[in-house]
């Protein structure tokens, strides 16, 4: 099969490498559509994996072309999605149900080959089988949607609440979505690209300029996320903070990022501090959602590159272009 692979620090080429079977409990399929995130970023770098060579792509969907021989509840011609993390089970955070705290965390993408490629295999209890209506080659949206909704259970959101949200990329815009959903007063976004603020105007967000001082609250939000990891959109994002308020880490900073926060403030204020980390039961929650229409396909999907182009399809994600960019292997 073709596939795109991190070889080495920097450099993403495709290639062709043996065409993955299925082991007893797994399904292989033929992948319509895989997602470039953040995360993607880091492993071209060097970072979160384990080792390379690599085939990255842990957002995806596709259809059922082989099924393991122990597995039940699905068939070929399925087409699905798949939660890409893989708790060990074993552990004490996986046996209290905080799976994405595993201390062995394993991810398809990440650990193991990806989707970045025409064929993924895939352990059948990641599965998730995708309505009809839902167009196959759009679906690896639900893994960044199950990652947002996993955020508001972070949350607890309340009604009423004003929220500022820091990056208006496909997890800002997601982020916005569920905030309106979840019954929020008013929610801004901050980004310096402008193409993506005019994103956030088609969504119908409060405001959204490329700097928190143009919305004119000193008194600052209830809830505050930071969905780009860049330390300085984090420190900032600590100081919109009201008293009483919350502020979540959403965004994939660099793993020797530091930022310097008043200890004072967060003390005499009460200002809670929470991290999110990927998906805990919410991927059905999200296939559910997206079949829903909340997140509509062609406002979240800015550009469609071929396998053969994944690298040039990097490169642009990379320069902070667009919104959700994806591989489609079968294009």
Not at 140 to 148: D, N, R, T, Y
Request: aromatic share 6%; charged share 20%.
């Amino acid at each position: 099969m073709r596939a795109a692979l991190v070889t080495e620090p920097g450099r993403l080429e495709v290639v062709d490498l043996p065409d993955p079977t299925p082991r007893p409990g797994d399904l292989l399929l033929k992948v319509a559509s895989a997602g470039i995130c953040g995360t993607d970023l880091h492993i071209l770098h060097g970072g979160f994996a384990q080792s390379l060579p690599l085939v990255p792509g842990h957002e995806f969907a596709g259809e059922v072309v082989a099924v393991g021989s122990e597995v039940t509840g699905f068939r070929v011609g399925d087409r699905v999605t798949a939660d890409p993390n893989v708790p060990c089970g074993r552990c004490p955070y996986c046996r209290v149900g905080r799976g994405n705290l595993c201390d062995d965390f394993q991810a398809l993408g990440v650990s193991e080959a990806g989707a970045m490629a025409e064929y993924v295999r895939v352990p059948a209890p990641l599965a998730v089988k995708l309505p009809e209506r839902l167009a196959l080659e759009d679906a690896a949206l639900v893994e960044p949607l199950s990652c947002a909704i996993h955020a508001f259970d972070v949350l607890s959101l309340r009604l009423g609440a004003r929220v500022l949200i820091y990056g208006a990329g496909t997890m800002g815009l997601m982020l916005l979505q569920l905030a309106k959903q979840a019954g929020a007063t008013s929610v801004h976004l901050v980004d310096l690209n402008p193409d993506r603020l005019a994103t956030v105007d088609l969504l119908g967000a409060t405001g959204a300029a490329a700097s928190a001082e143009e919305f004119d609250r000193p008194q600052g939000w209830d809830v505050v996320i930071d969905a780009t990891g860049n330390p300085r959109a984090i420190a900032d994002a600590l100081g919109r903070v009201s008293k009483g308020g919350t502020y979540l880490q959403f965004g994939v900073p660099p793993e020797d990022a530091r930022v310097e926060f008043d200890p004072f403030r967060v003390y005499k204020h009460e200002i809670s501090i929470l991290g999110s980390m990927a998906v805990l039961h919410s991927f059905e929650r999200a296939a559910d959602l997206f079949a829903t229409g909340l997140i509509p396909p062609e406002i979240f999907i800015s550009h469609r590159f071929p396998l053969e182009q994944a690298p040039e399809a990097m490169a642009l994600f990379a320069a902070g272009q667009g919104r959700k960019v994806l591989v489609q292997p079968g294009v």
